[in-house]
């Protein structure tokens, strides 16, 4: 007997990509575009979006490709698909990031469901969250989600989690002093109408107590937030893996996304501490040499106000055309890697 496996429908794909575009990115810079071909769906990392000052090795860049990619599973699989995937499918389209598959249909899970309702929920949150201790069943769900992704999530003693602190505002202070930061960081903030980056009602105040490194994107807009308390001890969590490839950085992404949905499903506001991981001598300061872990992002975690997501580009300007097999610009290296399913 022969099984006949029938994908979903053009328009349920394009529904799970328009899904996969609330994944978060580095300035919410949305670097991706998706092409829907039959029942999979390709995600490329959109070069003419690279942060080529912060990000000149893309690591950032493919980390948020990665949340996308994790996002557009999620999508599928809570439309009753199963879906696989494979990293860096062809060795001649380096642009090509995923190509994800779905599949045969299959009963939606309770936690497919729970994460894919997180989704639209999920927000970065720059306010000062409450001095409330983070329960530790709450964290260790957290380092479940990182690990079902092939990462690992550890958090920070109070020793730890102070030095991480230091040098994330250390970080923060070499990068405004690199030359065409503040240009780039402008591109992506301010008050003008768009469909990207971080604007004024999203970016939050800044740290009265000097405790939070957060990044003031208010600098270059004409309305300015004043400070705030934040809390004085964090928890802060380090998101690591056990490579430091491009692959591992789409990995991390994907275990990033599967966190922050996590965390959003348990009620938990969060928060990217990205400077210190955008600082390669600061980056392999945040983890013991000996570890064999590479640091890829750093978190900070709590129980905080509801906040406003960013904008996000409308489908037509992420779709790329279904009969096009040419990318439009180029990722640092070629890479290829095995993926795996939902």
């Not at 402008?186 to 980056?197: E, F, I, L, Q, Y």
Request: aromatic share 6%; proline share 9%.
């Amino acid at each position: 007997m022969t099984t006949t496996i029938t994908p979903p429908v053009r328009e349920i794909l394009l529904d799970c990509v328009r899904t996969a575009t609330a994944a978060p990115s580095v300035h919410n810079s949305q670097p991706w575009k998706f092409r829907v071909r039959g029942g999979r769906v390709d995600v490329y990392a959109d070069s003419s979006r690279h942060l080529r000052v912060l990000d000149e090795e893309g690591r950032e860049q493919l980390i948020s490709v990665g949340a996308a990619v994790f996002t557009l599973r999620l999508a599928i699989r809570s439309n009753g698909y199963r879906c696989d995937y494979t990293l860096f499918p062809e060795p001649g389209e380096p642009d090509l990031v995923a190509r994800v598959t779905a599949n045969r249909p299959a009963p939606v899970t309770a936690a497919a469901e729970a994460l894919a309702a997180a989704v639209p929920h999920r927000h970065t949150n720059r306010w000062p969250f409450a001095q409330i201790p983070v329960p530790r069943e709450a964290l260790d769900r957290l380092r479940d989600a990182a690990r079902r992704e092939g990462a690992v999530l550890a958090v920070a003693n109070p020793a730890g989690r102070d030095a991480v602190l230091r040098l994330a505002r250390h970080a923060d202070q070499r990068l405004r002093r690199r030359p065409g930061y503040r240009d780039e960081f402008a591109r992506w903030t301010g008050d003008r109408v768009r469909n990207d980056g971080v604007p004024p009602r999203a970016a939050g105040p800044w740290d009265a107590l000097e405790s939070v490194p957060v990044r003031d994107f208010t600098e270059v807009s004409a309305q300015h937030q004043n400070g705030e308390p934040f809390e004085p001890y964090p928890t802060v969590l380090v998101l690591t893996t056990a490579s430091d490839r491009p692959v591992d950085w789409v990995r991390a992404g994907q275990a990033l996304q599967r966190v922050l949905l996590t965390a959003t499903w348990q009620d938990l506001a969060t928060m990217p501490i990205s400077q210190p991981v955008e600082v390669p001598a600061v980056r392999w300061l945040l983890i013991e040499p000996g570890s064999g872990l590479f640091a890829q992002m750093v978190l900070r975690v709590g129980y905080g106000r509801t906040t406003e997501g960013t904008p996000r580009r409308p489908l037509s300007e992420v779709l790329m055309p279904s009969h096009d097999s040419r990318t439009d610009g180029s990722v640092r290296a070629r890479r290829r890697a095995s993926g795996g399913s939902v």
